[in-house]
């Protein structure tokens, strides 16, 4: 095996269609990432986008607090026990990991998640599940979140 490398990125870096209508910041995908991490030779992972499973395309942007139901945590952990178990078959060959998340998303914030009280340091649901995951798994992985304030249109 050649790279050895993969990013894990949340599902809107690939797929800014999936994204609550006008908060979008991209047309279709954040290209510039994906070129970066491919000039790098990274491999990448989509993760699941829970909040379209959940409550479909149409819906309307939440806080971290209005996703944070037993309901909603349990389809978090369920989306991502494929990727953990790929994940951890890439471990067996020494591969390393990043994961890209979205600064202030309620799901997929990885340092800063939206919360009735505006931008806070902490992570989104899905990401809180995942880390879990991972550090259970004993999976070690490098951490970044895409910055809320940089578009591409």
Same mark, same amino acid.
């Given at each position: 095996m050649k790279g050895k490398k993969i990013a894990i990125v949340a599902h809107c870096i690939l797929n800014q269609n999936s994204v609550v209508n006008g908060l979008e910041r991209a047309e279709g995908a954040f290209n510039e990432i994906i070129e970066l991490l491919l000039k790098k030779n990274y491999a990448i992972i989509q993760l699941p986008c829970p909040?379209?499973?959940?409550? !479909?395309?149409?819906?309307? +942007?939440?806080?971290?607090?209005? =996703?944070?139901?037993?309901? =909603?945590?349990?389809?978090?952990?369920?989306?991502?026990?494929?990727?953990?178990? =790929?994940?951890?078959? =890439?471990?067996?060959?020494?591969?390393?990991?990043?994961?890209?998340?979205?600064? +202030?998303?309620?799901?997929? +914030?990885?340092?800063?998640?939206?919360?009735?009280? +505006?931008?806070?340091? !902490?992570? !989104?649901?899905?990401?809180e599940e995942f880390l879990k995951m991972l550090e259970d798994n004993k999976i070690h992985i490098k951490k970044f979140d895409f910055p809320v304030n940089i578009f591409f249109t």
């Open positions: 909040e379209m499973l959940f409550l !479909g395309i149409d819906r309307k +942007g939440r806080t971290k607090e209005e =996703y944070d139901t037993d309901e =909603y945590r349990k389809l978090c952990r369920e989306v991502l026990k494929s990727i953990i178990k =790929y994940l951890k078959e =890439y471990s067996k060959e020494e591969f390393k990991f990043i994961l890209i998340g979205i600064e +202030g998303s309620p799901t997929c +914030g990885i340092f800063k998640t939206v919360t009735k009280e +505006g931008l806070i340091d !902490g992570s !989104g649901i899905l990401m």
